[in-house]
């Protein structure tokens, strides 16, 4: 966790590594992936990659696959000793963020808090047993709660299992009528709240912006002042650089890619 200051993080799905740091104009501390139940993600090279050229991995470790009462029960573990064994092999300190967006659309554990907080705890103490200590532990839901659903804090699996609290968010503009555009603030001020509670540096694992609806490169010039003043707590933010459900990319438009810039270089995400 850095003294001062935020992390600037990664998600390269517009590029390259070495194609998209040459366009922000640095590298990001943080490297954001994607790895399903079975994927072995402390043995990808891109993970060992990552801490040869001086980058955090951020772990993104989905359960697709997984029946919670099967981790539960115990009746993985063979899977989980196997992925604590490889990151304790790492031997150096990375984000890992089990299941996450757990009260929105993905539902692990079928939207039952005491399931997914069991199954939750129960990989956590493995990897605790054997001996995966330098893992850091980021517990990150959505930005939203699912309609009907239990709101966040529900799911939070106690202060001893999470090292970093976080939230995945995004500004989807007003591209479709049941979407509104999000200044950085608003999006986030209700569930900062709520884990700052906690008292534990957060992370921001997923975010952008659209273009459609307002100026995408004014919104990328309000996340550090913001920070800065309202959000203190948030201690590294990840950009999901694609263009996927919404255009994501940094490089939607001139004026964008320059705000990024800008914000890249900034010293407030360079501590």
Request: hydrophobic content about 40%; some cysteine.
């Amino acid at each position: 966790m850095p003294a001062h200051g935020a992390l600037l993080g990664h998600y390269y799905g517009a590029g390259s590594i070495a194609q998209t740091d040459a366009r922000i104009g640095r590298k990001p501390a943080v490297h954001l992936t994607y790895y399903s139940w079975l994927d072995d993600w402390a043995g990808s090279p891109t993970t060992r990659a990552d801490f040869a050229d001086g980058r955090i991995p951020l772990v993104n470790w989905e359960p697709f696959g997984a029946d919670f009462d099967d981790i539960v029960n115990g009746d993985l573990d063979a899977t989980i000793r196997q992925r604590a064994d490889g990151a304790r092999a790492l031997a150096k300190p990375f984000f890992l963020d089990f299941a996450a967006e757990m009260n929105e659309e993905e539902g692990w554990g079928g939207h039952d808090p005491k399931k997914y907080i069991a199954a939750y705890r129960h990989i956590h103490d493995i990897f605790v047993q054997r001996g995966a200590t330098n893992v850091v532990w980021a517990w990150c839901p959505n930005v939203t709660d699912s309609p009907e659903a239990p709101s966040a804090l529900a799911y939070y699996p106690g202060d001893q299992y999470v090292d970093w609290t976080g939230v995945d968010g995004y500004n989807w503009g007003t591209s479709d009528p049941d979407s509104q555009w999000q200044t950085f603030y608003d999006l986030f001020a209700d569930i900062y709240a709520k884990l700052a509670t906690k008292g534990k540096p957060i992370i921001i694992a997923e975010t952008a912006s659209d273009e459609t609806g307002g100026s995408k490169a004014a919104w990328i010039n309000d996340v550090i002042p913001t920070l800065m003043t309202k959000f203190p707590l948030i201690k590294a933010l990840v950009w999901f650089d694609v263009d996927k459900e919404r255009h994501w990319q940094i490089n939607s438009s001139p004026l964008s890619l320059t705000s990024y810039q800008r914000m890249a270089k900034d010293p407030y995400l360079n501590p």
